[in-house]
């Protein structure tokens, strides 16, 4: 399972909340904000880590991200609601031949919404 928190907007964000208003974040959580001025709707992605001084931070990742700490765990957007996952090496070469699509991330924390 997943642990994500998710906000929906007609709006792109800058960034994810402040931690002080996600409950019980632990490394490798995600946060997903739904554009949904897009049609289908689009998502940005921030993943919850811990940097090299031992202070969590979130920062903006796309699909395919490796997992913190789970060796071999991708993230991912579920087909039918596009909530984040952590899959396999193998599904997510699948998926992407098929051709979903994802977010890109943009540096400084802000990430672009894809097609």
Known sequence: MTA??????????????DAAECENLKCGDIFCHVVEAFNPPKCQLWLRELQDDGCKHWRSVKIGHPHPELRGKYLWLTREKKEPSWV???????????????????KGGKADIGE
């Open 4 to 17: 994500f928190f998710q906000s929906r907007k007609e709006q792109v964000l800058d960034g994810p909340p």
């Open 88 to 106: 396999t090496d193998g599904y997510l070469k699948r998926a992407q031949k098929q051709g979903q699509q994802t977010a890109t991330p943009k």
